[in-house]
């Protein structure tokens, strides 16, 4: 997911989504949302983002 939002290192991630413009878009989301500088913080597809993967896959 890194390499296709041109991320492509893992240090810093808090920093690179932090203002991400698939965060701020709503193609990702954090798993934890009320804590966003935690250690622990990941990153996931929101449902806008697995319905547009879904969508491009199919060719639409």
């Not at 296709?4 to 240090?11: D, K, L, Y």
Request: with cysteine.
């Amino acid at each position: 997911m890194q390499q296709r939002c041109g991320h492509w290192s893992r240090a810093g991630q808090a920093i690179l989504f932090q203002h991400s413009p698939a965060l701020q878009g709503g193609w990702i989301e954090r798993t934890q949302p009320n804590v966003p500088r935690s250690p622990t913080q990941r990153y996931r597809l929101s449902g806008k983002g697995r319905r547009w993967l879904k969508n491009r896959d199919r060719g639409e």
